[in-house]
């Protein structure tokens, strides 16, 4: 039964024995694929709450959602070796949770890394996925989006309290996003950070920085193209920010070539990675996952 805020933990062991988290949004439908979110880099399971609730609660097809917090993330463990936040390792832990969840097969929602995730997951286990959504994240990551977040995590600000953190964020991304509001400023440093010892802290392992500040910008970026076409057989919406630097317009239009079952949209006045609870997204990834579940 969930909680009064709408959600259940769940805790899961790692094939290496670390203590994983997840929430679970809602009951298991046998008509509706469950929703499997995953989120970015340095985020975790908080940033899909209002979306989950609005899923789980579809006064037509609602249905369970699972929202995942990576080893180092939200209420996961931290793990000892950093060079463990690694999407192959991560793409592991999320099999490992739905093995434990009883859950063959379901909708998967990626958020920037949990995008890149989705990939991984098409090469090792394909029949996993029966509709896909990528959130602001494609084949190819621009190297100057890469650069910009580790710009962000190198100055990583340290405010005090979550009004602070609210105008840090604010001053720092509203060129990128000028269509949230004030409670969407505020959702998402909520998301970010956590309180521990009367002062706020970034939810996450502060070592998990490394896997980005040891990335060699000078040299092309890894692409995704064959894992991309692996994913061709599965309905599929992809989103961008207006303003993101991390997946270009260019990259969205040659996706949408090679996708038969592809659905763009590009979300005015927000960048990386687009707020997926905010406008009128829920409702139009509510209308995706009925129309794939219809074949």
Known sequence: MAQADGYEDFHYTSTDG?????????????????????????????????????????????????????????????????????????????LAGLAALGIEHGAFIGTSRGGVIIHVLGAMRPTVLKAVLLNDIGPVVEGAGLAQIRAYLERAPKPKTFAEAIEISRAAQKDNFSALSDADWERMARAYYREENGT????????????????????????????????????????????????????????????????????????????????????????????????
């Open 200 to 295: 706020l802290v970034a939810d996450f392992d502060p070592a998990l920085t490394n896997t980005v500040t040891t990335v060699d910008l000078n040299k092309p970026l890894p692409q995704l193209w064959p894992q991309f076409e692996g994913l061709r057989g599965v309905p599929m919406l992809a989103i961008r920010g207006e303003n993101s630097k991390l997946l270009s317009a260019e990259t969205l239009e040659e996706m949408a070539k090679r996708h038969p079952r592809i659905e763009t949209f590009t979300v005015e006045g927000q960048g990386h990675a687009p707020l997926l609870e905010t406008g009128d997204l829920p409702v139009r990834i509510a209308r995706f996952l009925e129309n794939a579940e219809r074949g």
């Open 18 to 94: 670390l203590k994983l988290h997840a929430r679970i949004y809602g009951e298991r439908h046998v008509a509706a694929l469950p929703a499997i979110c995953l989120p970015g880099l340095t985020r975790n399971a908080a940033d899909f709450h209002d979306l989950a609730l609005y899923l789980s609660r579809h006064p037509r097809s609602p249905r369970q959602v699972v929202a995942f917090d990576y080893r180092g993330r939200g209420r996961s463990d931290h793990d000892r070796n950093w060079k463990n936040y690694d999407v192959l390792v991560e793409s592991g832990d999320i």
